[in-house]
């Protein structure tokens, strides 16, 4: 079995190649759209969902069958036609390149593999069976967010990412600011912001001032925000 090294991909403002213009295809389009990757479509044909977005300037269209050159000015490429030479010519060609390149549904053809992802806010989790069985990923993705990653989770990455830059320039070193972190999500900060988001601000904010008036309470082993350990530097 390979095991494939998962990592999330800044594509805004890449060029994405997709080859084939029927549901698949779409369906790539929907899970990329989100992420600013500038797509194109090179296919004879194409659904008339990706007209709808091609009308709308949000794809671009190359109305041709696929050739080896096609790939070049690509940073990833997804091979999603219904003739399984081709799209083996499409990995050949971009993975010869060093380009990313897939072939749906067809591992041996893939220098990486597509994920079921779930997002909320600035959260992802993106699950893989490592080709094993893509209906145990999804399921497995279903479960996380019917039961882990819920909205409320979504808007708390947003609302710790909004502190960290506070959080960086107040406490000194990397082992502060992670007994401060571990100690805000241990905190009431996380259900306050369900309920209140100005309380929730004003909880971070004694927070940080005590963390930066007792910083070596953070080192301690005690895990609360605003608990004096008696220590002193
Ligand atoms: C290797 C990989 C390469 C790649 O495509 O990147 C691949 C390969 C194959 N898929 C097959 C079948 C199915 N794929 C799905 C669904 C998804 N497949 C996805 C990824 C991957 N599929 C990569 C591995 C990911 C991993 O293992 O975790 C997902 C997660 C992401 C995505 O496609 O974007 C997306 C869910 C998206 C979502 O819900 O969000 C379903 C379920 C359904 O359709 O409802 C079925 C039927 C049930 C089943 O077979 O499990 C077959 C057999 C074809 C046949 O039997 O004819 C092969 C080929 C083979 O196994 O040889
Ligand atoms: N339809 C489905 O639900 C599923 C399909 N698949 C796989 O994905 C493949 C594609 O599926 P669909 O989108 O439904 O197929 P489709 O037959 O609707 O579309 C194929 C597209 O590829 C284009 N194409 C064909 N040859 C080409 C070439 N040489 N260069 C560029 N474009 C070319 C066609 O013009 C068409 O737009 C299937 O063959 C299958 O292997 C996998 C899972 C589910």
Redesign the pocket.
């Known amino acids: 079995m390979t095991t494939y090294f998962p990592v999330f991909l800044e594509l805004s403002g890449r060029a994405v190649l997709i080859?084939?213009?029927?549901?698949?295809?779409w369906e790539k389009v929907e899970s990329l759209k989100s992420t600013g990757a500038e797509i194109t479509i090179?296919?004879?044909?194409?659904s008339l969902q990706i007209q709808g977005e091609v009308d709308a300037g949000r794809l671009v269209w190359i109305e041709k069958?696929?050739e080896p050159a096609d790939v070049i000015p690509y940073f990833m490429i997804v091979a999603?036609?219904?003739?399984p030479a081709?799209n083996a010519e499409v990995f050949q060609t971009g993975n010869a390149l060093n380009r990313l390149t897939n072939s749906?549904?067809d591992p041996e053809n893939c220098n990486f593999i597509m994920s079921a992802i779930v997002r909320q806010g600035p959260m992802q989790v993106a699950v893989s069976s490592s080709g094993c069985s893509p209906a145990l990923a999804q399921q497995i993705r279903n479960r996380i967010s019917d039961d882990l990653l819920t909205p409320e989770v979504g808007r708390l990455g947003e609302f710790l990412g909004q502190w960290r830059p506070a959080v960086k320039s107040s406490l000194g070193s990397y082992k502060h600011r992670q007994g401060f972190w571990a100690r805000v999500l241990a905190s009431d900060v996380p259900a306050l912001l369900n309920i209140n988001e100005t309380e929730a601000g004003e909880a971070m904010t004694r927070g940080l001032r005590w963390a930066e008036e007792h910083p070596e309470c953070l080192l301690c082993g005690r895990h609360e925000l605003g608990f004096d350990c008696g220590e002193t530097t």
């Open positions: 080859v084939g213009g029927g549901p698949v295809a090179l296919s004879p044909t194409i069958a696929f999603a036609t219904d003739d081709t749906v549904d």
